[in-house]
């Protein structure tokens, strides 16, 4: 991938590039317009040296014409202290260190190692010399650009001394300004580079970083439904079932019975197709801006508990709460509890049907709710006879009470305890 090695590139070791370039030789996660790609330099969106673009054609070409018109007016000034041989070799030299410009990308150690010693005595190629420097200054470390900033000057200086055409001091501090103005060019147009990757870089990893939070938001609502669903509908078709099972149980019930429990069926499906099909059209519409049903509090408990009353369950209960039910217990809390008492009688009735339930919830000394169901082991089941198959579980209910409480800032536990009678215990915080 590529990415802007200011850190690395200008300590110690080896030479390194301004970007480095993963094995498809493109940017990784960046993505480029065909036009961005044209005017973009290949270095940015391919490979150095290995991707040109239309812009590097373009900048090489510029660059080339440019150091043979440098090195032209060096030569021309001291071309009187030519003599035919030198002047052959100078064009030699200069022209083949131009030529090697078009190289400097992927290997500018290479280029600078050959460029500087022909400008030392080849004015053709001292334009060759400054585009080395600066080409130094825009891919090389620091150590590596001080050398070849240094070898320039030297070489600048071996030739002025062979070929002076005027004040030697002079030429000296134009040749310190030329190489100065390269490095800073070169050393500006890098931190742009690695500017423009970083901006793009981080434009990539917010949206990137959107799209995850997006999907965690899409999932966790998901989630809530799918608890929504299993504590409403579970609850429901449980009772269906107790229900249906009675029936089987007892064909030969008067008609007033067997009227009765069917009209509790009706009423139960009827209920379960309500909450189906608003939990439906929540999913259908998205999350946002849908209008969610009333969710149940601690006031609805005297209504599940006679639910469950009749449908046969044989249900104890204790509610030391207040008389209006949440005055001072939270509306988390107070949901969350009405889930718990929810999901215990719906368990005792897939896996205890004969069972007595004892229900109880209340507030402490310390501010908690206290909520506990508590139910022993059915006799028909112990004696093996008689009683209805419980009804299948997987235990995704135990597991969303977690989560329920867990988010209310309480604590679940449930198992057999010391009497042998299971218990499903919650304790939550009464206020927000």
């Known amino acids: 991938m590529i990415a802007p090695d200011f850190g690395r590139g200008w300590g110690r070791g080896p030479p390194r590039t301004l ?14 317009s065909r036009w961005q790609r044209m005017l973009l330099p290949g270095a940015m969106v391919g490979g150095d040296g290995e991707h040109r673009t239309f812009r ?4 090489d070409a510029v660059i080339f014409l440019l150091a043979l018109g440098v090195g032209t007016i060096v030569l021309t000034s001291t071309w009187q202290e030519h003599s035919g041989l030198f002047a052959a070799i100078d064009l030699l030299l200069g022209l083949a260190a131009c030529s090697l410009l078009w190289f400097r990308r992927g290997h500018p150690l290479a280029v600078a190692a050959v460029v500087l010693p022909a400008s030392a005595v080849s004015g053709l190629a001292g334009g060759a010399a400054l585009v080395v420097v600066f080409n130094a200054a825009l891919r090389c470390d620091r150590r590596a650009l001080a050398w070849i900033a240094l070898g320039a000057f030297l070489a600048s200086a071996s030739y002025s001394a062979l070929f002076p055409a005027g004040s030697y001091l002079g030429d000296m501090l134009i040749t310190l300004l030329l190489i100065g103005i390269a490095v800073g060019w070169g050393l500006f147009a890098r931190s742009r580079r690695a500017l423009v990757v970083s901006l793009r870089e981080r434009a990539a990893r917010l949206e990137a970083e959107s799209q995850l939070h997006a999907e965690q938001a899409r999932e966790a609502e998901r989630r809530r439904i799918a608890r929504e669903m299993h504590d409403v509908l579970a609850h429901r078709i449980s009772l269906l079932s107790l229900h249906a099972g009675a029936l089987e149980f007892r064909p030969d019930a008067p008609p007033e019975e067997i009227a009765a429990a069917a009209g509790v069926i009706r009423a139960a499906a009827h209920a379960a197709l309500e909450e189906l099909r608003e939990v439906i059209g929540v999913l259908r519409e998205g999350t946002e801006g849908a209008t969610l049903p009333p969710q149940p509090s601690l006031r609805d408990l005297p209504e599940l508990i006679a639910e469950a009353r009749a449908a046969g369950m044989r249900v104890e209960a204790e509610i030391g709460l207040p008389r209006d039910g949440t005055a001072a217990v939270s509306e988390l809390s107070g949901r969350t509890a009405y889930r718990i008492i929810q999901e215990g009688l719906t368990n005792a009735r897939k896996h205890a049907p004969n069972a007595r339930v004892r229900v109880r919830a209340g507030l402490t000394a310390e501010g908690l709710l206290e909520v506990e169901l508590r139910n022993p082991q059915p006799v028909g089941a112990a004696l093996g006879g008689g009683a209805e198959p419980a009804l299948p579980g997987a235990g995704s209910g135990l597991i969303g009470l977690g989560e329920r ?28």
């Not at 970007?19 to 480029?32: K, P, R």
């Not at 590097?56 to 900048?59: A, E, G, L, N």
């Not at 536990?413 to 919650?426: I, K």
């Open 19 to 32: 970007f480095a370039v993963d094995s498809a030789g493109a940017t990784a996660g960046l993505e480029f």
């Open 405 to 432: 409480v867990g988010l209310a800032g309480g604590e679940l536990s449930h198992g057999p305890d010391e009497r042998g009678d299971y218990a499903l215990r919650a304790t939550l915080p009464a206020e927000r």
């Open 56 to 59: 590097d054609w373009v900048v």
